[in-house]
């Protein structure tokens, strides 16, 4: 009997949750050891199944340490598309311990007919927007870089996020503290409660906080969506949960399916 394959999946997303769910319950289940690490960026973080650590690691030296002194065989990188800083780490720490790595990223949005999308490199790019565009803000790029809006005194903005904000904020401000999958029936009607005229979103992918979107198409609201950061190249990347497991069978040989 093979000792089992230990995978570290950099999580804090659905997806990475559902892979752990995936690697621990599905036909893999016995051949890998599932260890997820979380930031520690969120209070209350959803734990997903297997073994959780929570922190930083200290960088890309400290990541390298870390996969080493805890025997770890797979690397997969299922942080937020706009963690950028991570997923670099993950590439130089993975280069380091001679692990291999994988990138689970969800697709990103597509604007279709009816969407008025305006493209920003930043959340500086999309803060010069909005004086353009409207004049109440639905904003729902999370709590951090907040102080990009700050000097737009003149605008109000309706802040939602699962943590409440720190540091710099916009003068005219109300928090909504609430966790996704939202609806669309609840989307259409924080629109209208809230007389939103303009959307801001980073381009975060997948279905759980997508309905914003479908809300605003309807309502006419234009939207401002960041573009993702650059990813490392090179890193073998899976759109999902799915493609990642199949990624990680074929990778370790099959061995693990023939014998579940």
């Known amino acids: 009997m093979h000792a089992a394959t230990h995978v570290l999946i950099l999580g804090g997303t659905t997806e990475a949750r559902r892979l752990a769910a995936a690697l621990v319950d599905g036909p893999l289940a016995g ?3 599932v260890t997820t690490s979380l930031a520690g960026r969120v209070a209350r973080p959803v734990l ?4 959780v650590r929570i922190g930083g690691f200290g960088g890309a030296q400290g990541l390298a ?15 937020h598309p ?3 800083t991570i997923s670099f780490n993950a590439a130089t720490a993975a280069g380091m311990a ?12 597509v604007p ?40 737009l005194a ?6 939602r996020s699962v943590d409440a904000p720190e540091g710099p904020c916009p003068p005219r401000m109300e928090v909504l503290l609430d966790r996704g999958p939202f609806t669309l029936e609840g989307e259409r009607a924080l629109l209208r409660e809230h007389r939103i005229d303009v959307v801001v979103t980073k381009d975060s992918g997948g279905a759980a906080t997508a309905p914003k979107l479908t809300a605003a198409r309807e309502a006419g609201v234009p939207v401002v969506v960041v573009r993702r950061p650059a990813a490392p190249a090179g890193v073998p990347v899976a759109d999902g949960p799915e493609q ?6 074929e990778h370790m040989g099959g061995a693990f399916l023939t014998e579940a």
């Open 82 to 84: 706009f963690a950028g």
């Open 31 to 33: 051949g890998v050891r």
């Open 65 to 79: 340490q870390w996969l080493r002194a805890h025997q770890v065989d797979v690397l997969i990188d299922a942080t």
């Open 98 to 109: 001679h692990v291999p790595l994988l990138a689970l990223r969800r697709p990103g949005w």
């Open 112 to 151: 279709g007919d009816g969407d008025d999308w305006h493209s920003a490199g930043s959340l500086q790019e999309a803060a010069a927007l909005l004086p353009d565009l409207g004049r109440r803000v639905f904003l729902t790029t999370g709590r951090m870089g907040l102080a990009a809006f700050a000097d």
């Open 244 to 249: 990642a497991v199949r990624w990680l069978a």
């Open 48 to 51: 997903p199944p297997g073994e």
């Open 154 to 159: 003149d605008l109000w903005f309706l802040m």
